[in-house]
């Protein structure tokens, strides 16, 4: 209720009023004889009479001269208390707006007739219209035309009077909290109209957005808004009007932000990047994130983030600022290994150890460990994998089967090499290549050059047992093995560092040597070993073989697969040298030359050396329209695609499917790898994959051949190690279609999309397949090579690129990938011909999907976890659950492409905020144990 000073002013104005009162009165009950509106309860009618006596006293339609401004200032307060006191929940329209309604147009024409200066020349008419405008901005929220934001003119009209108080030194009648006061809803409301003021005074070119001045008085209230709402739990809305006005650097000013909610906005933030369309903005969203983890001193989180922008420079100076705390940097090390970043920490008392781990020398070590305590040491051979006895349905089928693809059994041996590889990588023994030599004469020619190399990916990560037993067959008399051997080192190395890099020392005299087999396998191992690395020795080796041009088609293939390891070791580095030498080379490229199946790896190298970069890559696209072959529109696409890879960008995706829409069938390659450019985009990003996945229903139902058969590695792409049941039925359907290419192409995607996670409704899928297609030497092999992936490292190994709780893309991993599905664009000449030791790009994208927690010496620390489906929670109020349909488990465990993992126990905490790969942990020191566990 007002005071007592107050009522006796209303009283005042009341008596001299009496005739309007009652007035009102008899209207009052004549509406209620009539029906109109049903009756009040004696506290709402009471309420009515008081707002109406004093909105008649403000207004003074009579001009009484003994209604002074003081006492039209004494019934504003009180009508102001009243709304204050009413919109501070909003559950219902609050009555004091309902009843007011009726006298808005009344209250904005007094207003209106106070203008001028005139009007005001004295304080207490200034405080008396600062007073109206304020209670009329609160009424336009609900009463005024939206469009003419009337609500946020008034509120200005007030600010500017205000301040004329204070010029006249009259700041003791200003209100403190002037926004906040009016309730919640207000300040929204109102923030979505400067908003909208800021867009349409830009538009009008009322001044450049960089500069203050022009919106000052908008931005006066930005100033308040945002940290009303930081303190009310509105991080979000604070993030989207700094958005609105392009002001987001403020938030980093501000003094509400704490431990208790950096992590909502950072969320927030990092979340609402993929939405920008702008390059920029979406850096500024990024850095803004990166800077209050930062001042939050959550380095892992800064680095994080930093990863995520592509600024690998600021890695140092995160490393300084947390100096003092070693398991940070252990646990930023431990996110450098898994992104594969080429960093060497100095100046630091632990720097080996530190080096090590980013170096993931003990990841062999940790993954056999893991191998051990889940029972999966076993070797595997691909007969287990094949299970060709459940396959079979009887003895008629066994006699139909003799003229089948047994005859084709160097194929079948090849098939069975690459099982073996994937199925046994990372285990250091199987039961095909480490016991004995005689698999290897089981291949023929370029066959037991990846029989060789299957070595390498067995013994994967484990760099000094692996050269030992890989040793002895690089001095082989056989050209293919020797290669096979030169291969298997590149493969081992991936992403190990290794102090002697025994991959350089080893292959350099094959790149620089005049064997054709030696020189592909040897700049494909350096393509493999030193993906990410951005290493400039392996670059000066690589330069001239793609810059030769004498030899016709074989030279073409050495050109093709030294251009795709620099693109593999240079990924997302936008670097000038390569990146123009692969440009000059297609340009000076023999129509010949051109035209050779494996030069589409030239392109995708150039397109790799930009993944993920956006913007960069626009110098290249403008130097590729200057080749005139047709391949000039293939590599400008795949550029192009690469650079906004994961990204999510809208724009790109229509302009790809602009290139589907045309109808050729004939030199297609441009659209096959605009269709796959969709899947590339979107990935990662949920409401986009969503899209995607309609949108490819459309090109199947459509499109011509060329585009259908792109369509399952699109969906592939997008699905990488997570067999979604939507996905898989698709590419289910898809893989008995009539067309040999979309057909094997369906296989292979499915391989992909279930990679690593051993699931059984495919593994009875591609058994089906395996017999439907049992006369098809060419779908036999591809049916086997994804069961080999389907059980991936027994199940402990993915392929997702995508990692850190699904913010991060790594880009060798990426780049692993799209080499197989490039290599699917055509088959025949390159998996299902001499190319595929091609597959064994894969290793780059392989790594366990484990959850290890250890200590800080790195020795295991068995705790609970719960792990369960992941839940988007940006942006939501509270603390909601993190994950949904939990399991709880004892450390290690094994994650899944949509799961996520939080401690089942308050006993210790993670040094990492995502608890993925290798987590250190460290005691609890506030944590009490339960009195009845002592």
């Known amino acids: 209720m007002a005071p007592e000073g107050e009522k006796k002013a209303v009283s005042m104005a009341a008596e001299t009023d009496k005739k309007k009162k009652e007035d009102a009165k008899s209207k009052k009950t004549g509406k209620d004889a009539v029906g109109e509106e049903p009756a009040m309860s004696e506290e709402d009618q009471e309420l009515k009479e008081r707002l109406e006596t004093c909105v008649s006293t403000v207004v003074n339609e009579a001009k009484e001269a003994s209604v002074t401004v003081p006492i039209q200032l004494k019934a504003l307060d009180v009508i102001v208390t009243e709304l204050r006191s009413a919109t501070s929940s909003m559950t219902s329209v609050p009555k004091p707006l309902k009843f007011l309604r009726p006298h808005f147009s009344k209250i904005k024409e007094l207003h209106a007739s106070f203008s001028g200066d005139e009007a005001v020349s004295d304080v207490e008419m200034l405080v008396l219209r600062a007073r109206l405008a304020d209670v009329l901005s609160v009424l336009a929220m609900t009463m005024g035309k939206h469009e003419e934001r009337e609500s946020l003119k008034f509120k200005l009209s007030a600010f500017k009077d205000y301040s004329a108080l204070e010029a006249r030194g009259e700041s003791s009648r200003v209100d403190d909290d002037n926004l906040g006061s009016w309730g919640h809803e207000f300040v929204r409301s109102l923030a979505g109209e400067i908003g909208q003021e800021y867009n349409a005074r830009v538009l009008d070119g009322a001044g450049d957005p960089d500069d203050d001045a022009p919106f000052s008085d908008l931005l006066s209230m930005v100033d308040v808004i945002v940290p009303f709402h930081v303190s009310h739990n509105a991080e979000a809305e604070a993030v989207d009007l700094l958005i609105e006005v392009q002001r987001l650097k403020k938030l980093l000013n501000l003094e ?52 995520r922008m592509g600024k690998e420079d600021a890695i140092p100076e995160l490393f300084s600022q947390c100096s003092d705390d070693a398991l940070m940097k252990k646990q930023m090390c431990l996110l450098l290994a898994r992104h594969r970043v080429n960093y060497e920490v100095e100046d630091d008392e632990d720097e080996d150890e530190l080096n090590e781990l980013i170096g993931n020398v003990q990841l062999s070590e940790q993954f056999l460990k893991l191998a051990q305590d889940l029972d999966v040491m076993d070797a595997k051979t691909p007969e287990d994998i094949y299970k060709s006895h459940l396959a079979e349905t009887g003895g008629f089928s066994r006699r139909r089967d003799t003229g089948g693809a047994q005859v084709d059994s160097a194929r079948a041996n090849l098939a069975s090499t690459f099982v073996n590889a994937f199925v046994n990588a990372g285990f250091g023994q199987d039961k095909l290549m480490t016991p004995d030599n005689e698999w290897l004469y089981k291949n023929k020619d370029h066959g037991m050059m990846s029989a060789a190399a299957s070595l390498g990916s067995i013994l994967l990560w484990n760099v000094e047992e692996g050269l030992t037993q890989i040793d002895k067959f690089l001095y082989s008399s056989e050209d293919y093995v020797k290669a096979g051997a030169a291969l298997a080192v590149g493969i081992l190395s991936s992403g190990v560092k290794n102090d002697a890099d025994p991959a350089l020392a080893l292959l350099t005299e094959h790149v620089e040597g005049s064997n054709h087999t030696m020189k592909c396998a040897a700049c494909t191992g350096l393509g493999i070993a030193y993906a990410g690395s951005g290493r400039e020795e392996v670059m000066d080796l690589l330069l001239p073989v793609v810059e030769s041009s004498e030899g016709g088609p074989a030279n073409m293939l050495e050109v093709s697969l030294a251009g795709l390891a620099l693109g593999m070791i240079y990924v997302g580095k936008c670097d000038e040298t390569v990146g123009s030498t692969i440009v000059q080379r297609l340009m000076e490229g023999t129509e010949e030359e051109l035209d050779h199946s494996h030069a589409r790896f030239l392109c995708l190298g150039l397109g790799l050396l930009f993944l993920g970069r956006m913007e960069m890559a626009d110098a290249m696209l403008e130097a590729l329209r200057t080749v005139e072959h047709k391949i000039a529109k293939y590599a400008a696409i795949v550029l192009e695609t690469c650079a906004y890879a994961g990204t999510g960008n809208v724009l790109k995706v229509q302009e790809m499917l602009h290139h589907c829409a ?22 990662g990003e949920d409401v986009g994959s969503e899209m995607a996945l309609r949108a490819f229903d459309h090109l199947l139902h459509y499109c011509e051949l060329p585009i259908k058969r792109a369509v399952p590695l699109a969906l592939a792409i997008l699905n990488v190690s997570n067999p979604d049941f939507a996905v898989i039925d698709q590419l289910s359907r898809l893989s008995h279609d009539p067309d040999a290419e979309i057909s094997q192409n369906a296989v292979l995607a499915m391989g992909i999309v279930s990679a690593g996670t051993n699931n059984s409704r495919v593994a009875g899928l591609l058994r089906q397949l395996s017999e439907f297609y049992n006369k098809e030497a060419g779908h036999i092999f591809c049916v086997r090579i994804a069961q080999g992936l389907l059980h991936m490292g027994k199940g402990l190994i993915t392929l997702n690129p995508f990692h850190s709780d699904r913010m991060l893309m790594s880009g060798p991993a990426l780049g692993g990938l799209l080499v197989l599905i490039h290599s699917c664009m055509d ?23 484990m959850l290890i927690t250890v200590n800080e010496d790195m020795s295991w620390r068995s705790v609970t976890v719960r792990v369960g489906q992941a839940v988007e929670t940006v942006g939501q109020a509270g603390k909601p659950k993190t994950i949904t349909g939990f399991q709880t488990h004892t450390t290690p465990v094994l994650l899944g492409a949509q799961e996520r993992a939080e401690l089942g126990t308050e006993e210790v905490l993670s040094v990492s905020s995502v608890l993925e790969g290798i987590v250190v942990l460290k005691d609890n020191p506030d944590y009490e144990p339960e009195e009845g566990n002592q």
């Open 256 to 307: 509400t932000i704490d431990e208790n909610n950096y992590g909502r906005i950072c969320l927030y933030l990092i979340k609402t990047a993929d939405f920008m369309s702008d390059p920029d903005d979406y850096m500024e969203m990024l850095e803004t994130a990166f800077e209050l983890f930062r001042k939050q001193s959550q380095y892992f989180d800064a680095l994080r983030v930093a990863l």
């Open 827 to 849: 088959l025949k000449n390159t998996l299902l011909d001499k190319s595929h030791y091609l597959l064994y790009y894969l290793t780059c994208a392989m790594s366990p999907r």
């Open 662 to 683: 045309e109808h050729i069938t004939e030199a297609a390659e441009h659209q096959m790898a605009a269709v796959i450019g969709i899947g590339l985009i979107t990935m």
